[in-house]
């Protein structure tokens, strides 16, 4: 990362903060570019609930509870209002753990339901969760990506995952961390190096999408997608 306190001395701090800004935002651009518009995202909440009691307990329901409510009061809302909610629901309602100390191996995706059941989970399952809530309240494939990072981390750089938000196709992203509460520009996240970006739909590195289906290239995504429908969440 660059030193600001450093920049702030010279007398060409402006133009080399504008071009930082520039180039980092055109590295989260350039990461994805679709034009289409895919299916929504369905809710059977009765099987939903019925399997998160089964796996987890009555004590969970009012979790399951809570989701479908939020899902129900926002709907009427803004895109920017949706996220704000949204992100406010899962880091209230969800607590950091690592897959190791959850579910004791080194990488598990988990599903809302898994997240939700357990009131716990990692930068995967916090963006996972709220790609599937987004999708539900009327947001597209279009404007929504998970996103691998490299994030720099107390000065160490470790594999992230986030969620991006996009307005129009070539707006820059909105993020929405686990890691912070506040929904920030990808500008303003310099602490994050976009890898590789992918949804229900598409899977993009660089400035290419990907020829292949996202779910043959990452088998942990297709293994979420495949629980998600016995859990009473469908694509169509």
Request: aromatic letters at 12%; one cysteine or more; hydrophobic letters at 40%.
């Amino acid at each position: 990362m660059i030193n600001k306190s450093y920049l702030s001395n010279q007398p060409w701090q402006g133009l080399v903060l504008l071009v930082l800004g520039i180039l980092i935002a055109l590295a989260w651009l350039g990461i994805w570019q679709s034009n289409k518009a895919y299916a929504q995202v369905t809710i059977n909440f009765n099987q939903f609930n019925q399997q998160l009691m089964a796996q987890y307990g009555n004590r969970r329901l009012p979790a399951g509870q809570a989701w479908q409510r939020l899902i129900n009061d926002i709907d009427g809302l803004s895109n920017v209002q949706k996220l704000q909610r949204v992100n406010a629901f899962f880091h209230q309602n969800v607590r950091y753990r690592t897959d190791q100390q959850l579910y004791g191996m080194e990488d598990y995706w988990a599903t809302p339901l898994e997240t939700l059941g357990h009131g716990m989970g990692d930068c995967e399952d916090y963006a996972i969760a709220k790609y599937i809530t987004l999708r539900k309240v009327g947001l597209t494939d279009q404007q929504l990506r998970l996103i691998y990072v490299r994030a720099n981390v107390r000065g160490r750089v470790e594999a992230h995952m986030v969620l991006g938000y996009y307005a129009t196709p070539n707006a820059e992203p909105l993020i929405l961390d686990s890691l912070i509460t506040r929904i920030l520009p990808a500008s303003q996240r310099t602490d994050l190096t976009p890898v590789f970006s992918f949804n229900a739909q598409g899977l993009w590195a660089g400035n290419q999408r990907s020829a292949s289906s996202p779910t043959a290239r990452l088998s942990r995504w297709r293994s979420v997608l495949d629980r998600l429908a016995e859990e009473g969440i469908y694509f169509e």
